[in-house]
């Protein structure tokens, strides 16, 4: 791809933003690669965990505002086009990992944010920096930020748009964990293997359960719970793993 670099190992995909000499800004190009990256994800039973991370030191450094939307297409349209990332991430099946180095800001720091663990170099650095450019929120702000950080945390990072660090991001509940800098990719992996060997009927589950619990009443989600447990109950997956159990062996997972 253009802008973007895909590898695969041992069932975790990793996506880098590929953009270093632009700290990784999200372009037209990086955009649509990203749903087509997200889509073919979501599609393969051999990709079990994402990591998703940045090229030459940064994350990302939010929305390239030197480059123009496609031309002729109405900016309500461009910016529904480019929701459907952030909306592509949200859904997509597999656990997904956010590393953090440098810059994480604005629609990059959103990116992040929309990833179900964030773990964060200590020189990382983040920021709600669309106020400061005279822009409202997007990439998902508004619905992330309350929920990880509460409403009047939430509104003190989105109106004043500064730029917090990864020990204040971690103290606010924006990141699940800050490491040295120099163990940011043997933690990341670590983790991205036990999510890979884990078991991915149970963990899609899971993180649909609750993503989708602030919408649910106690009646829902215990019904919601009850649905997923039945289908997880007939899984050949629970049926080894209580072998394994009996045996005192670990579980080979393959998502049947």
Not at 20 to 31: D, I, Q
Not at 67 to 81: A, S, Y
Request: proline share 4%.
């Amino acid at each position: 791809m253009e802008t973007l670099d895909v590898t695969r190992a041992g069932g975790v995909v990793t996506v880098t933003l590929n953009r270093p000499e632009k700290k990784n800004a999200l372009n037209p190009a990086m955009f649509r690669e990203l749903l087509e990256a997200l889509a073919e994800i979501d599609d393969n039973s051999g990709d079990r965990a994402v990591v998703l991370t940045g090229a030459g030191g940064s994350f990302c450094a939010g929305a390239d505002l030197s480059e123009k939307p496609v031309t002729g297409m109405h900016k309500l349209d461009w910016m529904r086009f480019v929701q459907k990332v952030p909306r592509a991430l949200h859904a997509i099946r597999q656990p997904t990992i956010a590393k953090i180095r440098g810059v994480a800001v604005g629609a990059g720091a959103n990116l992040a944010l929309g990833c179900d663990l964030i773990v964060a170099g200590q020189d990382a650095r983040f920021s709600q920096i669309f106020v400061q450019r005279g822009l409202s929120l997007d990439y998902g702000a508004s619905w992330l930020l309350p929920r990880l950080v509460g409403l009047h945390r939430a509104k003190e990072l989105a109106l004043f748009g500064d730029v917090v660090t990864a020990e204040e991001a971690a103290a606010f509940g924006l990141v699940n964990r800050v490491v040295p800098e120099a163990e940011l990719d043997d933690v990341v992996a670590a983790w991205a293997i036990r999510l890979a060997e884990g078991p991915p009927l149970a963990l899609s589950m899971i993180k649909r359960l609750l993503n989708q619990s602030f919408e649910m009443s106690m009646v829902e989600a215990l019904e919601a719970e009850a649905t997923a447990q039945a289908v997880a109950l007939d899984s050949r997956d629970v049926a080894a793993a209580l072998l394994a159990f009996r045996d005192n062996r670990s579980t080979r997972f393959e998502g049947r």
